[in-house]
C-alpha cells in the first residue's frame, strides 16, 4: 500500500518561498508529481519528476516554469517542491502523486492512481 502525507504548506506573501515536502511510504514508482486545485478549478499539473527512459526526466507546468523546482531525495523517499517568486494565482491546495503505469502521466492527474491529502498553499498581494 502507497502513502503519501505532504508537508510545508502555509501563507507568504506575494514573491516569497515554501518549499513542500511529500513523504511517501510503501513501494513508490519512478514517476512522481505535484498538483494543485484552486477552488472552482481543475487539478493542474504543476511539476513531475520520472524515469521512463533510465535517465531522470522533468516536466512543469508553464505557469511555473523558471519559479518552481521538483526533487527527490530517495534515501528519504521524499519529494520535493521548491516555490520561489509566489503569486496570488498560485494559491491551491497542493498534492503529491503517483503511479506505476508506463509510461508516466507526467502532468495529466487522471493518469496517477495514488494521491496525498493535500496542503494548502496561500499567497497574499
Known amino acids: 500500500q502507497v502513502q503519501l502525507v505532504e508537508s510545508g504548506g502555509g501563507s507568504v506573501q506575494a514573491g516569497g518561498s515554501l518549499r513542500l515536502s511529500c513523504a511517501a511510504y510503501g513501494y513508490t514508482a519512478s514517476c512522481m508529481g505535484w498538483f494543485r486545485q484552486a477552488p472552482g478549478k481543475e487539478r493542474e499539473g504543476v511539476a513531475t519528476i520520472y524515469n521512463d527512459d533510465g535517465s531522470t526526466n522533468y516536466a512543469y507546468g508553464d505557469s511555473v516554469k523558471g519559479r518552481f523546482t521538483i526533487s527527490q531525495d530517495n534515501r528519504k523517499n521524499t519529494l520535493y517542491l521548491q516555490m520561489n517568486s509566489l503569486k496570488p494565482e498560485d494559491t491551491a491546495t497542493y498534492y503529491c502523486?503517483?503511479?506505476?503505469?508506463?509510461?508516466?502521466?507526467?502532468?495529466?492527474?487522471?493518469?496517477?492512481?495514488?494521491w496525498g491529502q493535500g496542503t494548502q498553499v496561500t499567497v497574499s498581494s
Open positions: 502523486a503517483t503511479d506505476f503505469r508506463y509510461p508516466c502521466a507526467r502532468l495529466s492527474a487522471p493518469g496517477y492512481k495514488y
